[in-house]
């Protein structure tokens, strides 16, 4: 009974193994299939380039045993080299690495240059795997027809789809990037075809009056061809043909797929944003329109109601003349009893006309800041009332405005803070014209600026800019190159007024101790005139 009892146990005991062993097996089968449905999810679906790199480079090192991972992209390089005993530009083909599995970061910062000439330089195994072959069926069997061509040619493939060096150390032409080691390396071409939209020579007539035509762009295709690289160094194992290989160009063709697919995806949405971008520019260009039509039809009302306002304020009002004390009064003063006369002289003879207030002529430089002030002014409303679609440039995703300049220097001139060396930089920083913008008191003042922000500066970028070009698609900064002239106009206006306050000082013989130029802050020291000794 007892060896009987231990018969059994034993085999209660194997039967638990083999129920644990497979319920081992099955959770590492669920987890393969779980992590290879998740990797297919991601080149299937991943929106980002950079994800779907490191997510098959990161595959491919855990389940081939590679001790690395990495991919490049092929690019052509330009240096400049000594040929037949001059210097001239030679272009070779490079690869530039993008990607690398995470222990291999380094790879990032390198770049494979064939090093030697001929089949024997190093690196020339990689670059020279782009070779392509007709991909064209095995020859037909003994009294079979050969098939013909398929209209277009045969498609191509490559050459040699996978390279594999067991012993890299037994491999001159292997390049390294760090000390040489013990181990293989496997490298497997690829390629993918993509659409790029460039802006057309020719482009649509602009009619005076009329929001310009956006952009009439044009379609082209582009080939990027790339390698993704798998090396054991210091490991000494070599891959395996019938799964690490296989595994690798397997998922080097879903990499490229997944690459392919991201460009056409990033492409679409590159246009369906120009279509929302088109529409919203000719919206903004109706309400401009309409705002500076209304604000024109109001200027003549608005520089007369200021000029009226001037004149009241500078017009000279004579004193009015004391009154004489009667003779009453005076011999009430005195004590005595007079008697009030039957009839009353007149206090003022009749008919002598009272004194006219003064008019002061305006001179043309006070007039001319005082209509560039309410002009300002004028553009300053128009500026907030229109502040929405202004705002919207901050919200632009499609390329930089070819003249990003322009909004650089009226960002510039209202000194805003913060970085504005780019497009990116002043879309983020547009919200503080919001408030700069909502007057030109800062103009009437001598200003403390740089060089970048004075008005000579802002002034002569403006005067180059194409704004008919500047408002196919951007034609909201328009509205601030009017509002930034305006500027310009009153600091030049007040610069003449305080010279000429500062040049009638100084014909009277008094001191004049205001501020006339703006305070240039960087601006170069002028070189002193060399004097000559006696």
Not at 432 to 461: G, H, W, Y
Request: proline residues 5%.
């Amino acid at each position: 009974y007892a060896e009987r009892q231990v018969i059994e146990e034993a085999e209660l005991a194997k039967a638990e193994l083999a129920k644990q062993e497979q319920e081992a097996s099955l959770s590492l089968q669920a987890a393969a299939e779980a992590e290879l449905e998740s990797m297919n999810a991601i080149v299937e679906s991943e929106p980002c380039v950079d994800t779907l790199w490191k997510s098959v480079l990161e595959f491919l090192k855990c389940k081939t045993g590679a001790s690395a991972t990495y991919l490049g992209y092929c690019a052509e390089q330009t240096s400049v080299q000594e040929v037949d005993g001059e210097q001239e530009e030679v272009k070779s083909s490079v690869i530039r690495y993008v990607a690398a599995s995470s222990n291999n970061r380094h790879m990032l910062q390198n770049t494979l240059i064939a090093e030697g000439t001929g089949k024997k330089a190093k690196g020339s195994l990689t670059l020279g795997l782009f070779e392509e072959v007709e991909d064209k069926p095995e020859p037909p069997a003994e009294g079979e027809e050969e098939q013909a061509a398929p209209e277009g040619g045969w498609p191509m493939k490559w050459k040699q789809p996978c390279l594999v060096v067991p012993q890299c150390v037994e491999e001159p032409r292997i390049k390294y990037f760090s000390t040489p080691r013990l181990g293989a390396y496997m490298a497997l071409p690829f390629k993918f075809s993509y659409e790029v939209d460039s802006l057309a020579e020719a482009q649509p007539e602009i009619v005076e009056g009329e929001c310009p035509a956006y952009p009439a762009y044009e379609t082209s295709t582009k080939v990027q061809q790339g390698v993704v690289g798998l090396d054991t160094l210091g490991t000494e194992r070599e891959f395996s043909p019938d799964q690490e290989q296989e595994l690798a160009l397997e998922w080097t063709s879903k990499l490229s797929a997944g690459l392919a697919r991201i460009s056409a995806d990033s492409v679409a949405t590159e246009r369906a944003n120009r279509e929302t971008f088109k529409e919203a520019n000719m919206e903004h260009w109706d309400s401009i329109k309409s705002a500076k039509q209304e604000m024109a039809e109001g200027m003549a009302d608005l520089l007369a109601a200021s000029a009226a306002e001037w004149q009241n304020t500078n017009t000279v009002k004579p004193d009015a003349p004391a009154a004489e004390p009667s003779a009453e009064d005076a011999a009430a003063a005195e004590g005595e009893d007079v008697a009030a006369p039957e009839d009353a002289a007149p206090a003022a003879e009749e008919g002598v006309p009272e004194e006219e207030a003064a008019a002061v002529e305006e001179s043309e430089t006070a007039k001319r800041l005082r209509e560039g002030v309410a002009k300002g002014g004028a553009l300053s409303k128009v500026v907030s009332e229109l502040w929405e679609a202004v705002s919207s440039l901050a919200e632009r995703t499609d390329a930089a405005c070819p003249q990003w300049e322009v909004l650089q220097s009226v960002m510039l001139l209202t000194q805003c803070e913060g970085p504005l060396g780019s497009w990116e930089e002043c879309q983020q920083s547009l919200s503080q014209l919001k408030d700069k913008m909502s007057n030109m008191e800062a103009f009437i003042t001598p200003r403390t600026c740089t060089m970048a922000q004075s008005v000579e500066a802002v002034k002569a970028t403006l005067a180059g800019a194409n704004l008919p070009e500047l408002a196919r698609t951007h034609c909201v900064i328009s509205i601030l190159v009017d509002w930034a002239l305006g500027a310009v106009e009153v600091a030049e206006a007040s610069l003449e007024v305080r010279k000429a306050a500062k040049a009638e000082a100084e014909e009277t013989g008094d001191e004049y101790t205001e501020q006339v130029e703006d305070d240039i802050t960087d601006k170069p020291a002028e070189a002193e005139e060399p004097t000559t000794e006696e």
